[in-house]
Every structure is written in structure tokens, then in C-alpha cells.
């Protein structure tokens, strides 16, 4: 990674995104964080000279104003997700992590822009998007997932909003960026039933390993971990990169 190397975060106020940023603090690694609110931020982390943190709601920055909080940041990490509640999870915005990638997408591309125009082609930006094994690979590419199991997603996507919001925002990656976007690289990345713990033995697959009705165990610790090594480890990015890859505990917790 070049000098520039800062990772800007989003969601770090939440379970799995306050363990990124812990992590990418304990590994020295510059982050600007957007969040709602600062005091929500982990214990320890305000104050640390390698975190800046901007106070504001990311759905309402106009495009340019989020181009300029990405400068010099050659990451993205988004850890947003509906709060498990009657009104965030059936209440606006219905669409929290699909707007938001759409805006890290017409931002980067704004920066981006930019820094063509003064002369400074700058690489790809890499997005690391928090997704969930609720969430299918395009073509089927989940072979595991029944029939039986398609039909009870599909339901979930019509009846509750966030199911429906991590399967767009996953597909707009697919889809509409693509993998050989100039601007804008990406990984989804799967964690199963989300746990609390200490980073143990965790296992990457490129499909699905379980189904939604036995399902398996993410430590929140470990996606962090996994998040930090895409980060800060090009060969961890090469592998994965374009991918969906699920993550799960090695060993269910105890
Ligand atoms: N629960 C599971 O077992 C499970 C399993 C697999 C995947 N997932 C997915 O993993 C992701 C993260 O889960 P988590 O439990 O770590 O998240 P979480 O603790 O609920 O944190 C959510 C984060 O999103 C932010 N946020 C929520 N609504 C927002 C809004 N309207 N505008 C701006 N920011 C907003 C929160 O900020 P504030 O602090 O300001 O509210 C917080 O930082 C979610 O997308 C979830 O679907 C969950």
C-alpha cells in the first residue's frame, strides 16, 4: 500500500463496525469514521491520533461533500446495518445500505474525477461491504440453497425491509459496478449468525456452507479481523476481490 493507505469507515458505531475500527487502530492503520454520533464510538478509540471522525448522517452528505471526507482514503468499509428494532427494521430508511454504497460509488467516482483533472490518476478505491449470508451470489452460485430455502428468502426480502436492502446493495456491486469498474473495487463479505467473542479459528468459503434453518455461527471479532486483513493485506484482496465469501466460526462457540 502507498503512503496514502487510510481506511474510511462507515457504521462504526455498531457491533461488528466498532470491532474494525478497534482492530484497525491496534494495527496502526489511519481511519476517518463517519458516524451519527461520536459518543456511541468504542471505548478508547476518540482521542487516538490515527482516528478522525466526522459527525454526520452519510444518507444526507451531498455527493461532493463525501468525495472530499474520501480523500486520501484508498478503503472503504461499511459495517451499517438496520438497528434491531420494531421501528429500524420496518421504518425509513428501508434502504440504509443500498443508498449508502450508491453514494460511496458516485463519490469515489467524483474524487476520482478530480484528481484526473489535477493530474493525479489515483488507483481504485476498494469497498468491503458487510453483507450476510441471507444474501445469494448471482447465477446460483450458492449451490447449497434449496428450493424450499429460496422461496423463504424470497419472502423475507418482500416482507422485511433490511433483507430486501442487503440483497440490493449486494446486487447493485454485482450488477451495476461489476468487477472491472476503473473506479471503484469491491468484496461482500458473509457472516452466518452474528456472536460476540474473541477472535478464535474462523473459516472463509467462497459459497455457502449451511443452510438458513441450521445455521452457523459468525464471531463479529472475526468479521472485523477478516475486514482488516482486506484492507491491509493485497494478496487477502486479490483472492477475494469481486467475490461473495462467507465467513463462520471454525468451531461453534462453546
Ligand atoms: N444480526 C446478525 O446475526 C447478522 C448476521 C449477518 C449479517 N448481519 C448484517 O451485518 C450488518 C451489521 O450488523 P451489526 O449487528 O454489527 O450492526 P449494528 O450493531 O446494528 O450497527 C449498525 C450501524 O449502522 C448505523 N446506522 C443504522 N441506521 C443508520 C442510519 N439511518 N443512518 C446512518 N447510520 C445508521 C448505526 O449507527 P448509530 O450508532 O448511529 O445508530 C451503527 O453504526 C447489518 O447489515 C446486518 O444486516 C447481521
Known amino acids: 500500500m502507498g503512503i496514502d493507505h487510510r481506511v474510511l469507515i462507515l457504521g462504526a458505531t455498531g457491533r461488528t463496525g466498532g470491532c474494525a475500527l478497534t ?3 491496534e494495527r496502526g492503520v489511519p481511519v ?9 464510538l468504542p471505548e478508547g478509540s476518540v482521542g487516538n491520533p490515527l482516528l478522525e471522525v466526522v459527525e454526520a448522517d452519510v444518507l444526507a452528505l451531498p455527493t461532493e461533500v463525501l468525495a472530499e471526507h474520501l480523500a486520501g482514503c484508498d478503503t472503504v468499509i461499511s459495517c451499517l446495518g438496520h438497528t434491531i ?9 428501508h434502504d440504509l445500505v443500498g443508498q ?3 453514494l460511496v460509488r458516485d463519490a469515489v467516482d467524483t474524487s476520482q474525477r478530480k484528481q484526473s483533472a489535477a493530474g493525479q490518476p489515483a488507483a481504485p478505491v476498494r469497498l468491503i461491504l458487510m453483507s450476510s449470508v441471507s444474501v445469494n451470489q448471482p447465477e446460483r452460485a450458492d449451490a447449497r440453497r ?24 449486494a446486487d447493485f456491486l454485482v450488477h451495476e459496478v461489476g468487477p472491472a469498474d476503473a473506479n471503484l473495487q469491491w468484496v461482500i463479505v458473509r457472516p452466518d449468525t452474528l456472536t460476540e467473542g474473541a ?14 434453518f441450521k445455521p452457523d455461527s459468525t464471531r463479529m471479532s472475526e468479521v472485523a479481523h477478516f475486514m482488516c ?23 461453534p462457540p462453546a
Open 85 to 93: 428494532s420494531v421501528r429500524g427494521v420496518l421504518g425509513p430508511p
Open 229 to 251: 486483513e482486506l484492507a491491509t493485506d493485497d494478496a487477502t484482496w486479490k483472492r477475494w476481490r469481486s467475490r461473495m465469501p462467507v465467513i463462520v466460526d471454525a468451531q
Open 23 to 25: 482492530q484497525l487502530l
Open 100 to 102: 449508502a454504497v450508491r
Open 32 to 40: 476517518r469514521a463517519i458516524v451519527r454520533s461520536a459518543a456511541r
Open 146 to 169: 434449496g428450493r424450499g430455502e429460496r422461496a423463504y428468502m424470497w419472502g423475507m426480502r418482500a416482507l422485511v425491509p433490511p433483507a430486501r436492502d442487503n440483497q440490493r446493495a
Open 199 to 212: 477472535v478464535a479459528e474462523y473459516r472463509v468459503h467462497e459459497a455457502l456452507v449451511s443452510s438458513l
